[in-house]
């Protein structure tokens, strides 16, 4: 399977405790994007990456919320202290920069946050 | 305030029937208009997608009608199939510079779409 592939599919964790996600884009794709979905809603955009540079952050990351992308291949997100709010399914797509309307998705990491 | 407006919220259709769902925007600068298709626990897909120098985009049973004046775009689902049955997303993008690479999605909330067999 050459598509989007994330890690962990499901994170149960403690309010405070720490988490990581990684994120494996399509291989050719330089841009990265990381997204934000909750039950009923479309994704949030949170930050993306045109190879291991961090281009833009919405203001939904606060900062607790770090992502790097640190060889321009795979990203990790990772969420500091976290909160009950933070539980949402968090998505990560992979594009071509010359292309980036087409965005390829993952499957998400839906995490609960207890 | 939601830039892109999605309805209905939720749509049921027989086997064979069409599904129409329908998007409105505001700003006329977003110049690049998909549809996501989302199953129960997968990201979205990218189904189809237009551009606003056409009326109407198809791909076999899928077709996209844009009407740029009315700033509206739909989605027909043709001979809807219970496996089409999703969450069904509309999309819009603007090139937020000169440059042609700042560009990302703003969402519709989503429609999720049963068709009974």
């Known amino acids: 399977d050459t598509g989007v592939s994330q890690d962990p599919r499901h994170k149960i964790t403690k309010r405070g405790q720490n988490v990581t996600f990684r994120c494996d884009p399509i291989?050719?794709?330089?841009?990265l994007y990381w997204y934000r979905q909750t039950l009923g809603q479309g994704p949030e955009f949170l930050t993306y990456?045109?190879?291991?540079?961090?281009?833009?952050k919405s203001r939904l990351l606060s900062d607790r919320f770090s992502a790097e992308r640190p060889k321009g291949s795979f990203s990790t997100l990772e969420i500091q202290r976290t909160e009950q709010g933070d539980s949402a399914m968090y998505l990560c797509?992979?594009?071509?920069?010359?292309?980036?309307?087409?965005?390829?998705f993952g499957p998400g990491t839906r995490l609960t946050v207890l | 305030q939601q830039q892109v407006k999605q309805s209905p919220q939720s749509l049921i259709v027989q086997k064979g029937g069409i599904s129409i769902i329908n998007c409105a925007y505001e700003?006329?600068?977003?110049?690049?208009f998909p549809w996501y298709q989302q199953f129960p626990g997968k990201g979205p897909a990218l189904l189809i997608a237009?551009?606003?120098d056409v009326s109407e985009k198809k791909e076999g049973r899928f077709t996209i009608s844009f009407n740029k004046s009315a700033k509206q775009f739909s989605l027909h689902i043709m001979d809807s199939q219970p496996g089409d049955s999703a969450t069904y997303f509309c999309?819009?993008?603007?090139?937020?510079?000169?440059?042609?690479?700042?560009?990302?999605?703003?969402w519709g909330l989503g429609t999720s779409l049963a068709v009974n067999p």
């Open positions: 797509a992979s594009s071509f920069a010359r292309e980036v309307d087409t965005q390829y």
């Open positions: 291989s050719e794709h330089n841009r």
């Open positions: 990456f045109q190879n291991e540079a961090q281009l833009e």
């Open positions: 700003n006329t600068a977003f110049d690049y």
């Open positions: 237009i551009r606003p």
């Open positions: 999309a819009a993008s603007l090139d937020h510079n000169s440059a042609g690479n700042n560009r990302k999605l703003i």
